[in-house]
DNA sequence: TTGTACGCGTTATCAC
DNA sequence: GTGATAACGCGTACAA
């Protein structure tokens, strides 16, 4: 490998004025970085940044840390961590948990090791999340989609009640009043708020909450086709259902054509996060969506901040609502 | 932070010492060792990764590239390289092209710089891509699902031309003659070859190929759209049509739905790359599928192999054969 | 304007 | 068994 000081025999100075023109400092006679600049080029030298780490203290480097990159959220977060990242100069080392808490262990690990400059995760599991028990030693962490309770950390979440609240409110409003849940995990808020939401519009809507109408799954596909057989085969099934997340959503529309009921007639299904099929189904399917790549922009601003060493009286919670999209006049019959 | 230093201090000992049962290498009396765990264990201690690779002249990372995240394709085969590569101790740096040389190019310096020990790539433009002028400085690459002439790298590719063919046939078998397509760009070999598999199969089972029925897209949802109404357009329209990814069958579908025609009696379609929506259209979607995440398992086995130093007289290429999964008779009226 | 020399946190090579 | 110490490639006082 060449390193600066090749570079420094080759233009005839020393390393430390290589150095200079190579970060910009200045105070370089013009015909002395002229040489350099040519022998930087003539050698193909490239900086090592890991050797400038060393001294600098700072890896210019982030670890992104989510439970499902096949889940298509994350991409979209990712891209929009990725740019704002990379126009500061950051670099992404990418992880997925596969909502294990045990590899979000590990891969908390093998960052802090790699000396992250910041995190930004998304953890599998609010409750027991690696972040709390572990010393970070103030590492700036900022915490996407899935807020922790107590925690000291900046976060950018969705409203998710209102989210729910909305979607019921919409099919309330469209006629129904036996309306189902599908509902996430409860030891995570997105899971948790979306429940409340849907209990809250209930309430307010004045419509008695039927346990046998609220099933909860974990954000699986799989889980939305169970629960989905679930709530059509009870004697007296809900008009509507409202599905906690795109996954499964994609599962309850499944189980929706394997049991031959009619979309939009024997039952009208309204989910959080938008998918592909939501205008492919007939009629096409009213979803909950929300801005994926800003909550990633803006999860990569706070976190760029921190690590430049700003500080807060309080951690920072960016709360972004969601939006319906109406698709369908999801009327009952 | 606390570094091996403040262990040997803490601990008694020389940082030799504490280097020696931080990495395993024995020849230390246990006694010592027990003392040096503690402090290791009180001061809360993780080694600096940074440091140690400045030594040891490898990170133990690698860089990904890929040209566009959100495609569903992409996270398995990122997937399968995670979980292969951090078998083998690698970490991941994760990066997106959106399709832009130039990003690659930007890309490729950031993880050159970052003396990553390996690269796996799905490169933006096969004909101009960066990695080829590029002074790698014998760099480990391996090629994903995209191939480079004559590059001295290795490659995890399909067999395009017999997963298109193989469609294709199938139609044919099924009664069809008039076969459009939607194709990928030609600047790279999964569009470059399922154009080929078509034309080849078309030969063989000798239906005349007709320029009006070839419509070349970019692989992104719009341009299936687009092409798919110029196709449904034709006077004489094709009564079947393959479209060579799952974006732009998407775009497709979009089309036939917005363009009134009934899918599976005006208008049969086979895609390459499996997709949500091919189960829920109907009647469900006669697909090319390929092995996303085996891909990526091997593709990052390979790597490491490089990494390691095996050689080979030549690049090694692996191609992995699709499969078709037929859903519907697809039979023409 | 430029050069010398030290330090960043580790590992590895010698001595002891 | 254990300890000094020289690298690794770079940034930066400080000196010249």
Redo the contacts between chains.
């Keep these: ?1 060449v390193t600066i000081k090749d570079v420094a025999k080759k233009a005839d100075v020393s390393v430390a004025t290589v150095s200079r023109v190579i970060n910009g400092l200045g105070g370089v006679r013009p015909a002395t970085e002229e040489r350099i600049r040519k022998a930087v080029e003539e050698l ?1 030298y ?6 400038r ?2 001294v600098m ?1 700072r ?1 210019e ?1 982030i670890g992104v840390i989510v439970p499902d ?2 889940n ?1 959220f994350f ?2 977060v ?2 929009g961590i ?1 740019e704002q990242a990379r126009d500061s100069g950051y ?6 948990t596969d909502e294990s808490v045990e590899k979000e262990r590990q891969l908390l ?7 992250v400059d910041g995190l930004i995760v998304t953890t599998a599991d609010e409750q027991h999340s690696p972040l709390m028990d572990l ?1 970070l ?1 103030g590492l700036p962490v900022v915490l996407v989609d899935r807020h922790i309770q107590d925690s000291p950390y900046d976060s950018v979440v969705i409203d998710n009640v209102d989210g729910a609240y909305t979607a019921i409110k919409h099919l309330v409003t469209t006629g129904h009043t036996k309306i189902g849940l599908i509902a996430g995990p409860d030891h995570v808020t997105p899971g948790r708020e979306r429940t409340e939401g849907y209990v809250q519009a209930l309430r307010d809507f004045e419509i008695p909450a039927r346990d046998q109408y609220m099933k909860e799954g974990d954000f699986k596909e799989e889980s939305g086709y169970q629960l989905g057989k679930e709530l059509l085969s009870l004697s007296d099934p809900p008009t509507a259902i409202f599905s906690a997340n795109n996954l499964m959503t ?1 599962g309850l ?2 189980c929706i ?1 394997d049991q031959g009921r009619e979309l939009g007639k024997d039952i009208v299904v309204v989910g959080f996060d938008d ?3 939501a ?3 007939d009629p096409p399917l009213t979803v909950v969506s929300r801005p994926m790549r800003q909550m990633g922009e803006i999860a990569a601003d706070m976190l760029v901040e921190r690590i430049q060493g700003k500080t807060f009286p309080e951690p920072r919670k960016v709360i972004l609502i969601p939006r319906l999209i109406v698709r369908s006049p999801d009327r009952v019959e």
């Design positions: 490998m193909n490239l900086p090592n940044v890991i050797a780490s060393m203290k890896t480097t990159i096949a298509p991409p979209e990712i891209k990725e670099t992404l080392f990418l992880a997925n690990h093998a960052l802090r090791e790699r000396r010393e030693g994609l529309l499944t054509r998918l592909d099929i205008t492919f189904v």
